[in-house]
């Protein structure tokens, strides 16, 4: 049987997402939305896709979740995008209904699927599908590291014009402008990025990172960035469909991890078949480590006010 993986919203993110995924026929994909027609259009359009890149996946669009029955992992990108202006927090109620809605939905049609998170505000909504499935911390993973990273490696490479691969970058902390790009931790070709770079470079950069999000908003003006987003997911899905054990920065439950407890926060976790497999701990010095926990307060601040 091929896996199966349910992308609940279709909108620019999911559907990416599926595009991504089926093109690197990781997995069947199931797209999930209240629009009617929406999910069925795009799928059937990406299905006939298929025949033109030689990939054998099956796409279905539906508006009704008995179609995710069996999956191996649930998706959920559902929910309402930044406008210009918003930060992400001001997305708070309305996607923590939507968010829980589709956990309670999809866990009882799929009791044993891995959960991966994008709605925002990121953190928060990790915790809102956990508390929402009662589900371990294992299974409920969210994507927001990997694109901040992915940002933070594609301004170096252009900077220093460099193969994208040959650059490692980690961006830790909350998804949120409170992120914490790790400039010690991240290197060119094993060789540390400050010997690739001036100081005021460097700040460009981590700045810009920092910013990344917003910048895409503020070009396209009606949504959010969903290419970069949507590679993101097919790489946590292709990590633990493929049983990879793949370090990578995703957000997760802390539980004692760089000092704190509790809630979701991003780090470097290792992926695989069961979803999060360990933590992985950076030795930070003291303003990596002050950066991290302003951060972490920022995100607290969010659970507290969501009253999750
Ligand atoms: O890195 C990250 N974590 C992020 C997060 C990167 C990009 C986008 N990020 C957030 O993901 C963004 O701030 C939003 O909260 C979500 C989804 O962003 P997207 O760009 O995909 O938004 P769209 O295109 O508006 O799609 C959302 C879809 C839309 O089609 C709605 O009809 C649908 O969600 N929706 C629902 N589907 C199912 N069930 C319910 N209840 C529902 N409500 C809305």
Not at 193 to 210: F, G, H, W, Y
Request: aromatic residues 4%.
């Amino acid at each position: 049987m091929p896996n199966k993986v349910s992308i609940i919203g279709a909108g620019m993110t999911g559907s990416t997402s599926a595009h991504w995924i089926a093109q690197q026929e990781i997995a069947d994909v199931v797209l999930v939305d209240i629009v009617e027609g929406m999910p069925q259009g795009k799928a059937l359009d990406l299905q006939e896709a298929m025949p033109v890149i030689g990939k054998d996946v099956s796409i279905v669009g539906s508006n009704d979740y008995e179609e995710t029955k069996g999956s191996d992992i649930i998706v959920i990108t559902a929910g309402l995008p930044r406008k210009p202006g918003m930060s992400r927090d001001d997305l708070l109620s309305t996607n923590s209904a939507i968010v829980k809605e589709a956990t309670e939905q999809t866990l009882r049609l799929s009791p044993d699927a891995i959960y991966i998170i994008l709605t925002n505000p990121l953190d928060v909504m990790c915790m809102v599908a956990m508390k929402a499935g009662n589900l371990p911390r294992e299974r409920i993973i969210g994507q927001a590291g990997i694109l901040d990273s992915a940002r933070m490696r594609a301004f170096v490479a252009m900077e220093l014009e460099v193969s994208v691969e040959n650059i490692n970058c980690y961006v830790l902390g909350g998804h949120g402008d409170s992120m914490v790009p790790l400039t010690r931790h991240s290197n060119v070709a094993g060789v540390p990025l400050n010997k690739m770079l001036s100081a005021e470079r460097l700040e460009a950069i981590v700045e810009r990172t920092r910013k990344g999000g917003g910048e895409i908003v503020a070009l396209l003006k009606k949504g959010s960035a969903y290419y970069a987003p949507a590679a993101a997911i097919a790489q946590m899905v292709e990590a633990i469909l493929k049983n990879k054990h793949l370090i990578v920065p995703v957000s997760v439950y802390l539980q004692g991890e760089y000092g704190h407890t509790d809630f979701f926060f991003g780090v470097p976790a290792q992926l695989g078949r069961d979803g999060l497999e360990k933590v992985i701990e950076y030795d930070l010095n003291e303003e990596e480590m002050e950066s991290l926990n302003k951060s972490a307060s920022h995100v607290t601040e969010v659970v507290e006010q969501a009253k999750i």
